[in-house]
């Protein structure tokens, strides 16, 4: 499965972006798909997750502001930001995972001007 992130540019504070993740097979065999982030300089985070059934988890920093979706005939993962904050700025990696391998995105630059 090859996947392709798109969506990222620069946006203002308190705007939002839609990120979306394509992916070259189908999702509905993945057990969970997810977008993580990487800022400079720190860790990559999970940012939210969305599984086979369609139950969600986020991370604490994005709960509230942003939403995570799937549509599986189009084999596409979506994250809407809203209310973005500075501290949003990063890499968005989006990853697909069944229960024998995992795949990942290239990534796509979101950045969040003050």
């Known amino acids: 499965v090859q996947l392709q992130a798109s969506g990222g540019g620069l946006v203002q504070a308190g705007g939002s972006l839609r990120l979306s993740c394509a992916a070259s097979?189908?999702?509905?065999?993945?057990?969970?798909m997810g977008w993580y982030r990487q800022a400079p300089g720190k860790q990559r985070e999970l940012v939210a997750v969305i599984f086979s059934g369609g139950s969600t988890n986020y991370g604490d920093s994005v709960k509230g502001r942003f939403t995570i979706s799937r549509d599986n005939a189009k084999n596409t993962v979506y994250l809407q930001m809203d209310s973005l904050k500075p501290e949003d700025t990063a890499v968005y990696y989006c990853?697909?995972?069944?229960?024998?391998?995992?795949?990942w995105g290239q990534g796509t630059l979101v950045t969040v001007s003050s």
């Open positions: 097979g189908s999702i509905s065999s993945m057990n969970f």
């Open positions: 990853g697909a995972f069944s229960g024998l391998a995992s795949y």
